[in-house]
């Protein structure tokens, strides 16, 4: 085809304004508000930080940033030819995005109010440079959210399905099995899915490149929709096929190899193979010689106005921005002061007596105001109660949060085999439960536990977490606990259920009442 008979893009007058001179002060003033933000919000940045520093699941939260910078960079072109311009439709957007991390960050909900933190980015964008900008960088802003740590609500499913895939794979492999929740047993040992065997890593490690990935090498948006739902389904099934591979190569190896080091070795050996295929089949429908949107296209829409002052949309977003940590201070200083909480024994109803312990196990429950473990004994059998009282939960020192466990990741003595919800009935009304097994090479035992808020009884965290929020909104204690009680199951869990449902319908009154008692006025 000859040079004259090429299409030619026609670029419209609004496009044909000088570029450097109409960005200069917009984006002196852009990264200046987005610097400010981070300033402003230190808190919500490190505690991101410091998650992607302790945990190997969100390393790459460090590289988000850069690659996000990066991708703007590539687009520079196109932005060049866009006259940014403040759009106030940007400050509704950052109203809604405070009024969302306040209450998260008064009931400590990291993920939400990290969330919120990273929204305000392309919300301050769009306050500043406008929509055809924000349009034009939608995929680098909205990569952002990849640097938020979630997905560990995640870890318990996942850890079924790798169980459930590996005990289905064995017995199709003619192999005996024995299960008991993520715990199994097969003739050459003793195997149990962990956090870290969950795939949650991959899962994350594969979305975020399979993002990446279709951005990059896609334009329709079937293709790159196809590819990242592959990018989800294919690591969860390559982790099931992981796990039956260690699994098997240990048992025929008679239990010399895929232990230790060379099990994890092993692990991301074989998922960087499955990314590596994933990524080659991929390439099969590549797009990237297509050349992308032209800024034409990207701002068609554009007003032929001249450019606005910023300053006016830079001030009221400032203004935002310093409003909710004010607030949050604000409330945090008028809740300084001691913590004085002292947690009596609840006494002893009807034919129980308080005894010594009767096990070593106790709950991996941190930072509690006032802690209380009591044994009581009738008629030859044993119960106890654990009570873990919070006042002015703060962050690292609330009742609802991820380290907060009935028994910790690898334990060196005890496992948790289950932990379903259940009804009971005390003093004749119904209470929302979960039950627990514990077992030791010592003893068995029982659980049911459940949260007190200041009188009310449940076990939902989110309405713990709300019932936080709605205290510290208000000015209010927001005394809570966690109650649990214990008994054992060496005559069996039928028995164990019935010694549990006697306890706790004898001692309801008295535990809450020490409950209710428990703090100093």
Known sequence: ?????????????????????????????????????????????????????????????????????????????????????????????????????????????????????VAMIPALVWTLLGWPVVWAMLFPLAFLFFAVPVGEELIPPLMDFTADFTVAALQLTGIPVYREGTFFEIPSGHWSVVEGCSGVRYLIASVTLGCLYAYLTYRSPLRRTVFVLLSIVVPIIANGLRAY??????????????????????????????????????????????EGESAAALSSSAPLRPARSPWPAAGAALLLLMLWPALAYVNMVAREGAVNVALAVPAAADAWRTAESKTEWRPHYLTADAELQQSYVQDERWAGVYLGYYRHQRQGAELI????????????????????????????????????????????????????????????????????????????TGDAAVVMIVTDMSAGQEDAEAVLARFVDDMEPAIRGSLENAADE
Do not use: C
């Open 245 to 290: 591979m260690i699994v098997m190569i240990a048992h025929l190896s008679d239990m010399r190899l895929a232990l230790g080091v060379d099990h994890f070795i092993y692990g991301w050996v074989f998922f960087g193979l499955v990314m590596l295929l994933l990524f080659w089949l991929g390439s099969f429908w590549r797009e990237d010689h297509v």
């Open 401 to 476: 949060n991820s380290t907060n466990v009935l028994i910790k990741q690898k334990d060196p003595v005890w496992r948790q085999v289950a932990d379903t919800p259940r009804r009971i009935t005390v003093q004749g009304k119904p209470i929302d439960v979960r039950q627990a097994k514990l077992r030791s090479t010592g003893q068995d035992l029982l659980v049911w536990y459940w949260y007190w808020m200041d009188g009310v009884y449940t076990t939902n965290h989110y309405m713990a977490k709300l019932w936080e929020a709605k205290a510290k909104l208000f000015g209010e």
């Open 1 to 117: 085809m000859s040079a004259d008979l090429q299409p030619q893009v026609e670029i419209p007058v609004a496009l044909q304004h000088e570029g450097a001179p109409a960005w200069r002060m917009p984006l002196v003033l852009a990264v200046m508000l987005l610097l400010t933000l981070l300033g402003l919000y230190w808190q919500t940045v490190e505690s991101m930080v410091s998650i992607w520093s302790r945990s190997e699941t969100f390393t790459h939260g460090f590289l988000i940033a850069p690659i996000s910078l990066f991708l703007i960079w590539q687009r520079r072109k196109v932005l060049a030819k866009l006259t940014p311009a403040p759009d106030y439709r940007g400050l509704a957007v950052l109203l809604l995005l405070g009024l969302l991390w306040l209450p998260a960050h008064y009931a400590s909900v990291l993920v939400i109010e990290q969330w919120a933190l």
